[in-house]
């Protein structure tokens, strides 16, 4: 039965129970032998509750075990969890640890490897990491054996054998303690050889499973553990590679919760590029997004957010390589963590957001972006020595307006100005220097005499604006007023293409700049002579020699009109006003057109801006800064 104590403190290590009581004088009776055995008996089913407890934690899943506990299956106010034994359960063989073992981060340091040693419910698992010269850990393989093949003395029903494990012996055959240390040893031998370097971390079991405690005190004694930690056995299983047990992938993941708690040893990056604003050359650039140092807490994430602008032409996906360290000028020096693939708008920034899980675990969480298929082949030395050898700069944008201020109504006209104002509103944005964009407008009426009292008679032009920064023309169009018009074929836009020809002398300094005129309204200008029934503009102004003058001063000239919709008109009068607004649109409109309701102001900003160009290949990174 159970041995004689070593002193009134301890308790059998079989039962559980204590052995020890009031002393007795003379010969025990029969009261007193029944009443010990009946105390025994009740011992050996308390410790079998401890045991199936654990084994089962859900009461529904112990069926198997009710006839196996000694003492009868649970009673009803036993069923709810077990009747635990007062005191300690039996003496810890585990060699306690001097002070507190070296800190988990300082193992790493010139360390071969780490061999991380678990003895768990499922089986024992030994998970060997090495480590980078970046720190980064990286895992190597893992060794997990079910008790089954180690000790096949054990139960072969799983839950039975958790009831062993747990130091449950009800009526099962009894598992002989010598024989199971021996057996953990020896599958310790050829699974743990102790090799120059070379580190075992215990990874303590959980608390009272009687086996687990004892196999992991035969790893202590036998093997050189520097250091014993707890494992978290609480956070979610993450998915692991086709074919892989659950049993080794949760070994994994509890390792790698733990190397995720270690601090960084360099910098972690983002691979930029940046041209020089004065020259156009492009050298490579690293953000740091988690400096050397940074370190999480058990379970814990920390995120980065960074603004990368896009490249001149916005036509292939760029790299995003994030690097343990900064490289060297070619490439080489700082091991590639991940790589992601986003595609960036021409000149357009994005806003990316990093999340970092451990040393060597950044991950790209917004936006959606792609990885290559396989991130060892991303050659970042190569991506270097394919950097453009400058971007070159294009020439300043001179922009004029003309709006059509007359409108069926007043929403009609107020779109006219939302849009101006958004292209101008985009192109300030993308200005940061406030050189690189000249903006003008001219407004117009109708030649009809004013049927709005918001407009002066005789008024066909609003005083046009100046070329000035972009910023600046929303606030110059806020006294412009709208009116309703009251015929649908032409407007004064003759006039107002006239204004916009007179203002486009080619001035000394603006001969290299980048010409655009847009035109935004909806009906065409009126001809200089009658045509059919659409009237003549009353000054006889000719919007074709407007129109070729700006093209000959350099101006490229875009059309955002309403179209025409619906069947041709059933009257000869609506067929000719047709027929002629078609043709005037399609002449305006040779050098580009957009369509509200379908291109947008962001739209109208690409259409206009002049493009950049890069002497050799197209940047495979993005931009740490704008290029405007």
Known sequence: MCATPEDRRDICAVCGWRLHDDPVLGELTAADLAAAEAALQAAEHDWDLRAAALAAPDPGDRSCLAAVIRGGPPQREERSGAVLPSGRSAPDDLPAPAGHGAPLDELRHGRAELSFVECAPDGLHLTRVTFTEAGIPIL????????????????AEATLRRFQLAGGNGTLPPVDRQAFDDAVRGWLTPSLPTVRGTTAVLLRPPPGWELLRRAAAVVARDHAVRLELPADRTASVEPGHPGETPARRAAVDRVRRLLRTLPLLTDHTLLLARADRDTGTV??????LFPAGSRLAPGETATAEVTVYGGATGSSPLHLPVLAGTPAADGNGAPTVTVHRLKVGALEPARLTFVLRG????D????????????????????????????????????LFTVELSGADLAETEERLTF???????????????TAVRVGAVGHYDHTDYESTWAKEGTLLRAPVVARPPAELPRALADWTPALRRQDAVSSLEDALHAAASLSAVHSGTAKACRVLLIVGRRPPAPSR?????RACPRGTDWRAALARLRTDGFRVLARADPATGPPPPDTAG????????????????DGVLRPGTDSAQDAVRALDPPWRHEGPECPFAFAAPLM
């Open 140 to 155: 190597r393989d893992t060794d997990s054996t079910p008790w089954r093949t180690v000790v096949p003395a054990l139960d």
């Open 359 to 362: 040393p060597g675990e950044v």
């Open 530 to 534: 009658q045509h059919g029934v659409v």
């Open 420 to 434: 101006v104002r958004d292209v101008a509103a985009l192109l300030a944005r993308r200005d940061h220097t406030g």
């Open 575 to 590: 067929r000719q006003t047709r027929r002629y607004a078609d043709e005037a649109w399609r002449a305006l409109g040779a």
């Open 364 to 399: 790209l969480v917004a936006p959606a972006s792609e990885r290559p298929p396989e991130q060892s082949f991303v050659d970042v030395p190569r991506l270097l020595s394919g950097l453009p050898r400058r971007m070159v700069r294009p020439p300043r944008l001179d922009l």
């Open 283 to 288: 050298r490579p650039y690293s953000h740091v």
